[in-house]
């Protein structure tokens, strides 16, 4: 199977920031409750990550029994959200904004099955005005049918920059139903 994606002509390739933490440093989780990262978010996927070379980062996902989809098999669309989580923590270590799921696809390589730990390498590969263009690939690096030689899955998406108010209409919500207003400046 083959993807669809082409990046454009005019793709700028980004400069580090300058206090880039560098290879190895744990990025935190940008929001407790992102089902992606999130430590306050019980049924979330507690996804790792920490800083790769040049624009990549590099995420971890234990595959837990709760996200099984076809039996003894990762769910197909909780491996996507895995990608859109990194993809999007690529977007933020390089750039330092947030930024929003745009559009996505993945290319579904190898089963995946539970109990083996999947580490998703994401990457910037350039910008167009807010459009930031991300790849990223996964392989199995322990448990069952782990060889890391092997990438699983991988995944292309469009990713574009917003400011902070994009995060406020939806502020009242953070419980599931309208509420008290929750300071989302963080995320
Ligand atoms: C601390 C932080 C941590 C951040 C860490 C992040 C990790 C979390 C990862 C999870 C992220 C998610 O799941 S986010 C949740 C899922 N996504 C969403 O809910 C997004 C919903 N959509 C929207 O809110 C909106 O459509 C936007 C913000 C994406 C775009 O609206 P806009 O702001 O009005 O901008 P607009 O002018 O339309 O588009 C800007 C440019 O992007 C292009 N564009 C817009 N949408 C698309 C699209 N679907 N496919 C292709 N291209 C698109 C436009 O053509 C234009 O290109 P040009 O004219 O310049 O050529």
């Known amino acids: 199977m083959s993807s669809t994606w082409t990046l454009p002509d005019d793709l700028v390739v ?76 690529a977007c933020s270590a390089a750039l330092r904004a947030a930024v929003v799921t745009g559009h996505f696809e993945t290319d579904f390589a190898r089963p995946i099955p539970l109990g083996s730990v999947l580490e998703i390498r994401a990457r910037v590969e350039g910008t167009v005005r807010r459009k930031v263009y991300t790849s990223a690939d996964a392989r199995i690096v322990d448990g069952p049918l782990a060889d890391p030689e092997v990438v699983v899955a991988s995944s292309s998406g469009l990713f574009v920059t917003v400011g902070h108010e994009h995060f406020e209409k939806g502020r009242r919500f953070a419980d599931g139903l309208p509420g008290p207003d929750r300071d989302v400046s963080a995320f």
Not at 47 to 74: K, S, T, W
């Open 14 to 89: 980004p400069e580090l920031p300058a206090d880039h933490p560098g290879p190895g440093a744990p990025i935190p989780q940008h929001w407790g409750r992102c089902f992606g990262c999130g430590d306050d978010q019980p049924s979330g996927l507690k996804m790792d990550f920490v800083i790769g070379e040049g624009l990549e980062v590099i995420g971890r996902l234990e595959v837990a029994n709760r996200f099984q989809g076809g039996p003894g098999f990762i769910h197909g669309g909780i491996l996507m959200t895995a990608f859109d989580e990194a993809q999007g923590m």
